[in-house]
């Protein structure tokens, strides 16, 4: 400090022994009166915006940096500058007898730009008179040590509080008249140690073991000195001006209404994590109907809000690809549709003449083995294109519903007796409506339920249980047809619903069973769904087919 051109350098410790020593008359002179600390000017300043009424409790003794200022300027004069330099920023608006304060952070910089590194310099020590236990001051329960009272006063007589927190708790009791006659020792930071002016990369415990070890060497020290050190009258009384900032405290009610907006809505709810930079979620409420907050700083709720929002999404995005799908098929459809019935009608005539010709040839030569071999084969093959044609027609057709009121119970019974079941397959239908009537086509609906049925029939080789549930509610019929066969690969579910595609063998199926099921249902304003298991190990093989149609037309 010298060779950035100070003339001499003070031991703030110094000031904070004769503070000390103006507490213990405090405390002594005023018994049954409680004091709260006036040496942080963090702590002052809060007490004189925020509880202007305990003005009158604040220890009427200025600071260690105040006191240092008042015996230079006693034995200096007015003439010297003085620059306090230390740990806090609010000692730059504590007092005007200052000229310039600057923090610990401050000097590193000013060090650096003047090319000062303390290696490279004498080391010399502070000017007289040297701080004895005042030394002690920066950390916690430093004054209080640093103090000469009787007995067990300190013990039973001050409580020290410190950080943030823990000094506005104390506050509000002593506030609330529950610290009657007892003194606080209050500091904002951790100790002055901790102050936002030092560097941020400081360990707390280093910090104190140096100046409990900077401590220890004055004491010593002291005692080796000969003779008194010359005594300095100084007056250390001081005044606080109240300084109101507190705004109208919010009812009740709007504090409720400010946690339910912020989704707190019973005591489990308030984690007073202090995320949104307030010790609880009450605080919180109350600077949000102050206006000095928003509910978006809740970020417990914030992250809540981003969960949903992506479950609305994903959501949103379900439906639009399922949507999505639809159109294709719908589309897809269509087309199909209309090419069907052009194939089909251009096919049935001349099937038509092909199988009455192959019946007369059947008639005349149908005594010869050879040609009535190959005529019934031409009989049979061309009955199965009649067969193919006929399913394109009611494919292309299916865009015609003739909705009547209808008995899906009886509807479904009709169908199950229009299949002959095999004796190694056993139906079973479930019926949990009491009403089972609605507004459907109920001749398409007989043939998607057959067909569904022929499907899971043909797929129980081995036998099994085809089981057909009706249930529903107000609004919707839910027809689920299941069976015990051998499931559908996942390949093939994303096709199972395309016109001509099949996984049955060649000769066995047509591919539109399930492709005009999908339109039948879909012009019923209904949904399809299937699920299916190929794999034992997972659970029950077989396929699961799920029809949602609304009860009537209008839905």
Known sequence: LINLGFSRVYEVGMGADRVSRAYEALFLENPGKGYISSDCPAI??????????????????????????????????????????????????????????????????????????????????????????????????????????????????????????????????????????????????????????????????QRRKRVLDNLQRRLEEKEKQIGPEEEVLLDLSTQFAMDDQRLSEPSEEEITRVLHEMGKFSREDLMDCGACGYDTCRNHAIAIAQGLAEVDMCLPLSIERLHQSILKLADSNHKLVTVEQALRQSEKLAHMGQLSAGIAHELNNPLGVVIMYTNILLEEYGNDPQFREDLQLIVAQAERCKNIVGGLLNFARKTQVKYSRTDLAEMIRISISSIIMPDHIECRFVNQLTDPFGEVDSEQMIQVITNLLKNGMEAMKDGGILTINLSGNADWFIISIRDQGTGIEEKDMEKIFEPFYTTKGIGRGTGLGLATTYGIIKMHRGKIDVKSNTDPSRGPAGTEFTLKLPRTRNY
Do not use: W
Request: hydrophobic share 40%; net charge neutral; aromatic share 6%.
């Open 44 to 205: 002052v300043s809060y007490v004189e915006k925020y509880h202007p009424e305990l003005i009158g409790s604040l220890a009427p003794v200025v600071s260690p940096m105040v006191t240092t200022a008042r015996y230079i300027r006693k034995v200096q004069g007015e003439g010297p500058k003085l620059v306090f330099i230390g740990p806090c920023i609010a000692k730059k608006g504590e007092s005007n007898e200052v000229d310039v304060v600057i923090t610990f952070q401050e000097l590193r910089e000013i060090l650096s730009d003047a090319r000062i590194r303390p290696g490279r310099t004498r080391p010399a020590d502070f000017t007289p008179p040297l701080a004895e236990r005042g030394a002690g001051f920066p950390v916690n329960r430093g004054m209080l040590q640093s103090m000469d009272l009787p007995g067990k006063f300190a013990e039973q007589s001050v409580i020290v509080a410190e950080g943030r927190i823990h000094f506005q708790e104390a506050i509000r009791e002593f506030a609330s008249g529950a610290l009657d006659s007892v003194h606080l020792q209050l500091l904002c930071c951790e100790g002055c140690i901790m102050g936002p002016g030092t560097s941020r990369d400081g360990s707390k415990f």
